[in-house]
């Protein structure tokens, strides 16, 4: 069946600009994580969303983060006012249930910031 | 902070059983063991989880230590497509994040 799908798979935008990146998770699954990964570096968390509950947001870098998950299903990461170190690999991954549910992960979208 | 310690690098000959280890020595008696994978330019992939049991599935085994301190992953034979960035991690307590560390870069060789 289909996995996690991320789009755009690259995107190139102005320091300054807002961004956002697109999650479809796996259909029925009810948890949500958004990851991000520098050049070279381990998985950051960022946040996390599970069914009506309100998200685990204590990943986030900065208040120019921000993140939606509308009906259930597909999320959205914006992030204002781009800056450089904001460049990165952002990965989504959805699973079945939360606890002791593995992760299943899309291939991510690169940022990068000019 | 991950609370996992691995190795930061591994060779492996084509063929060979690679073992990759994890220190975890402040694991909680509710928390998995779960490894993942990433190839160059991919999403991380599932490998296997365990609690205290040693685990086996058609991708590798894991061996969990008595203790629960530390834990092995096997692969049996190692073939040049697991070249790859192996991440263990301890599930967080009785919430729902995998903090991922750094990993284990394994390069298998010819």
């Known amino acids: 069946g289909a996995g996690v799908s991320q789009s755009p798979s690259n995107k190139v935008t102005e320091k300054g600009k807002d961004v956002e990146l697109r999650c479809d998770p796996i259909s029925g699954h009810t948890a949500l994580y958004w990851y991000r990964q520098s050049l070279g570096q381990g998985l950051e968390f960022l946040i996390y969303?599970?069914?009506?509950?309100?998200?685990?947001k204590s990943g986030l870098p900065s208040d120019r983060f921000s993140a939606e998950r509308t009906g259930g299903s597909v999320s959205t990461l914006t992030i204002q006012r781009t800056q450089q170190e904001d460049s990165a690999v952002y990965l989504c991954a959805s699973s079945l249930q939360s606890y002791n549910s593995p992760l299943h992960f899309g291939n991510g979208t690169r940022l990068t910031v000019t | 902070d991950a609370k996992t310690t691995q190795p930061t690098s591994m060779d492996c000959a084509e063929g060979r059983a690679a073992n990759l280890p994890c220190n975890h020595s402040?694991?909680?008696?509710?928390?998995?063991v779960y490894w993942y994978r990433q190839i160059h330019s991919q999403g991380p992939q599932y490998i296997i989880h365990g609690l205290k049991n040693n685990e086996t599935n058609e991708m590798a085994s894991l061996i969990i230590t008595e203790d629960r301190k530390s834990s092995t992953l096997i692969l049996p034979h190692a073939t040049l497509r697991d070249t790859a960035v192996y991440y263990c991690?301890?599930?967080?307590?009785?919430?729902?994040?995998?903090?991922f560390g750094t990993g284990t870069r394994l390069q298998v060789f010819p």
């Open positions: 969303f599970q069914g009506n509950s309100a998200p685990d």
């Open positions: 402040t694991i909680s008696g509710n928390e998995y």
């Open positions: 991690i301890v599930r967080e307590g009785n919430t729902d994040k995998l903090i």
